[in-house]
């Protein structure tokens, strides 16, 4: 279905627009708006149903590094959320007196610059909705393309796309907003699964991070240990559940393996506003069997289990990863970037029964510790979230798939402010953050996970526009913000959804720069670009004071 007035032709299965988006995060969002308000007819061509990506699908908590380096649209959304939260109807299942205001690392509501960081799930999709309903944009939501045969292209260019239900988009320029860069990878652009080996970008947190243990998401070194077998020192009794048996590989080297995924659920403890953890279909509480040895061991009496279950108003979580077994499905997402749309829905719902069949673990298990399950089942899925999609998030958490080889490359260098960044439209300024990659048996024969890093920058980082448009001669009017130009650990700090709100509208201005030129968008006018940008709020240089 078709909202907004871009242009279409009569027959319904052929539009054409200045602009053509394809995806529906935040980051496509931003896009779109952006192009409408610099006066270029868009289409938004989403796979999704609900708009704004992870930013509606379940993370609240927003991963804001330093926020005096959000700008523009970015800025925009979270000053939206602010107006939300200052209404006495947004507060239904608490006070408002009586939230926490916590943020990462800043308040959740900044009232002097009028920005909310902390929000529900049901209130950014709004606020998304708004947007694009304001600009005028044609949305096309659960659209997919078609990865095999539904790009056109001539001289380089794209000249249409078409999608699985044979409607065909043609534009002037494409901008691939997608967590998996399927129409970058469709148009034949250069890119990156897994990661690099640190002597191709001569890094120092790339490749593979065996005996590194940053966070608190790895199992104690030091012991107690964890035993990978059915029967403890017995390897013939077989390895149990969600423990590989393959050698992790040589530290720094590179592999086509990335960091895992979950679903952030949103979790409510206000007893009318709660339903049960569901028991999953094909649910297998041996699933589960690593965990119950970590809890043997003793480890949640020396760490808080709880930790992110990060408040949000109304009584509710943005829940993620806590500790070495957690809801990150280490190791199960490795085919996800080039899987086919079928195989990619069995990952998701892979995800799913394990996730799932996690909680429902954790609150019926007799074997569980009774501290632990008491506190699980003072909490339930949110009823008044994800209504269509039986409380659960509709969106996984892909925090990496495929990374586009672009014009130039963000590495851990200009992250850690080592390299000068060339002709900036954005910046970043979160941790360099990976989540575990593998779960394996060492040489002594215990159970641990790699892959887990957590570095911070001195300061902001520029991002380079060269890491949003391809090479010379592919896709010359291509952009693509979200599936951007970096390193697997640089890509670990750029990959917040500020940052790819930020990115989406940097795009997209270029988009329509390159349009009014006539050129293509490797050899768009940056000072032309530049001043756009700084025009329409972007903020491009860091004016505060750097960290030791």
């Known amino acids: 279905m078709a909202q907004g007035s871009g242009d279409r032709e009569q027959d319904g299965t052929h539009y054409r627009a200045d602009v053509i988006v394809y995806g529906g995060t935040s980051g496509a969002v931003t ?30 908590f927003t991963d804001t590094g330093n926020k005096a380096v959000i700008g523009g649209l970015s800025r925009e959304f979270y000053h939206r959320v602010y107006q939300h939260y200052q209404t006495d109807e947004a507060w239904k299942w608490q006070e408002r007196s009586e939230y926490g205001n916590k943020g990462q690392g800043t ?17 950014a999709e709004k606020v998304f909705d708004n947007l694009v309903a304001e600009s005028k944009v044609t949305v096309l939501r659960d659209e997919w393309l078609d990865r095999k045969d539904g790009v056109v292209m001539e001289n380089s260019r794209i000249t249409s796309i078409t999608t699985l239900s044979g409607k065909t988009f043609y534009g002037s320029m494409f901008i691939d907003a997608t967590y998996e860069g399927d129409l970058m990878a469709a148009a034949g652009v250069d890119y990156h699964v897994g990661r690099e080996a640190n002597s191709v970008y001569d890094e120092n947190w790339n490749g593979v991070q065996t005996g590194v243990y940053h ?45 895992a995924y979950c679903f952030r659920m949103c979790l409510s403890n206000h007893p009318d506003n709660q339903v049960p953890f569901p028991m999953p279909e094909s649910y297998d509480a041996s699933q589960y069997l690593g965990l119950l ?18 408040e949000i108003p109304n009584r509710k979580t943005d829940t993620n990863n806590h500790g070495p077994f957690s809801t990150d499905n280490i ?12 195989k990619r829905r069995e990952i998701i719902k892979e995800h799913e029964v394990y996730q799932k069949g996690l909680m429902y673990f954790l609150a019926n298990d007799p074997r569980v510790p009774e501290e632990i399950q008491n506190e699980i089942n003072r909490w339930g899925l949110a009823k008044d979230e994800f209504q269509d999609n039986g409380h659960w998030p509709h969106q996984i958490y892909v925090r990496e798939a495929r990374r586009m080889q672009g014009a130039f490359v ?73 599936a951007m130009s970096a390193s697997h650990i640089a890509f670990g700090s750029i990959r917040m959804e500020p940052v790819f709100m930020i990115l989406g509208q940097s795009a997209a201005t270029a988009a329509a720069l390159s349009i009014d030129a006539e050129t293509s968008v490797q050899e768009l006018d940056y000072q032309r670009l530049r001043e756009q940008l700084l025009e329409d709020g972007q903020v491009l240089q860091y004016e505060g004071e750097t960290s030791e």
């Open 331 to 342: 190791g199960m997402n490795y085919e996800y970037p080039e899987a086919s749309y079928a």
């Open 293 to 310: 040895r970590l809890f043997e061991s003793g480890w949640h009496e020396r760490n808080n289990f709880f930790t992110k279950f990060d």
């Open 107 to 123: 308040p959740a509501i900044d009232g002097e610059n009028r920005t909310m960081w902390i929000f529900e799930p049901h209130v």
């Open 410 to 482: 963000m590495t851990e260098h200009e992250v850690m402010g080592r390299s000068e960044v060339p002709e900036p439209v954005g910046m970043g300024s979160y941790t360099l953050d990976s989540h575990n990659v593998q779960r394996y048996i060492t040489p002594e024969g215990y159970v641990q996970n790699e892959g887990d890093i957590g570095v911070s920058p001195p300061e902001p980082y520029q991002i380079a526009y060269g890491s949003l448009v391809p090479k010379k001669g592919q896709a010359t009017n291509l952009l693509v913000p979200v």
């Open 31 to 60: 896009a779109a708006v952006q192009a409408a308000r610099m006066d270029k007819s868009v289409i938004m061509v989403s796979p999704d149903k609900h708009l704004g990506g992870l930013s509606s699908g379940g993370l609240g």
């Open 215 to 259: 966070h608190s998401h790895y199992f104690p070194p030091d012991g107690p240990h964890v035993d990978p077998y059915y029967a403890p020192g017995e390897p013939s009794s077989g390895i149990i559940p969600r423990v590989s048996t393959d050698p992790p590989g040589e530290k720094g080297s590179g592999d086509k393996k990335i960091q």
